[in-house]
């Protein structure tokens, strides 16, 4: 499980994402980022160097400018699946933390994600097409699994 993630902003990192030792999420602001760069989210996160809780308890605990970085319900129950096949994590075990790395730099808005102890990027090549079939399949009842960059099963002939 993810406990604590880098937060970028472009190519430069403004701030961490972390779980407290109270299972509460946290979020504070580089030092660097505040002598020389702008307030991401006013109405989220206080623009000091002090870890800060979100003032409010929706979004998983998230602040909701890094909340807004997530898919929405259908998204994340495609995200819960593949977690699921590839990692075998039960989605009740899956924090917000674990999502937003999960997402990486493939977040809707302008933010990315590192886990702190960041893998090499893959070039994993992610057929667009095939997801989409997937998808439907899902939507209609007929699989309860989605493979995301690998050799799928054959089905029998």
Same mark, same amino acid.
């Given at each position: 499980?993810?406990?604590?993630?880098?937060?970028?902003?472009?190519? %430069?990192? =403004?701030? *961490?994402?972390?779980?407290?030792?109270?299972? *509460?999420?946290?979020?504070?602001?580089?030092?660097?980022?505040?002598? !020389?760069?702008?307030?991401?989210?006013?109405?989220?996160?206080?623009?000091?160097? &002090?870890?800060?809780?979100?003032?409010? %308890?929706?979004?998983?605990?998230?602040?909701?400018?890094?909340?807004?970085?997530?898919?929405?319900?259908?998204?994340?129950?495609?995200? *819960?699946?593949?977690? !699921?096949?590839? !990692?075998?994590?039960?989605?009740?075990?899956? %924090?917000?933390?674990?999502?937003?790395?999960?997402?990486?730099?493939?977040?809707?808005?302008? =933010? *990315?994600?590192?886990?702190?102890?960041?893998?090499? !990027?893959?070039?994993?090549?992610?057929?667009?097409?095939? &997801?989409?079939?997937?998808?439907?399949?899902?939507?209609?009842?007929?699989?309860?699994?989605?493979?995301?960059?690998?050799?799928?099963?054959?089905?029998?002939?």
């Amino acid at each position: 499980m993810i406990t604590r993630l880098r937060v970028l902003y472009g190519d %430069t990192q =403004f701030g *961490e994402l972390a779980e407290n030792g109270a299972g *509460e999420m946290v979020f504070q602001y580089d030092r660097s980022w505040l002598a !020389k760069g702008f307030d991401l989210a006013p109405a989220s996160v206080p623009f000091d160097g &002090i870890a800060n809780k979100a003032a409010r %308890t929706t979004f998983d605990g998230l602040p909701g400018v890094f909340n807004d970085s997530l898919p929405d319900g259908w998204g994340l129950l495609l995200m *819960e699946r593949a977690l !699921k096949k590839h !990692k075998d994590l039960d989605p009740a075990d899956i %924090t917000p933390l674990d999502r937003l790395a999960y997402m990486g730099h493939r977040c809707m808005g302008a =933010f *990315e994600y590192q886990p702190e102890l960041l893998p090499e !990027k893959g070039d994993m090549v992610v057929d667009l097409t095939d &997801i989409a079939e997937q998808s439907e399949k899902v939507l209609h009842g007929e699989t309860p699994e989605v493979y995301f960059g690998e050799t799928r099963p054959q089905s029998p002939s």
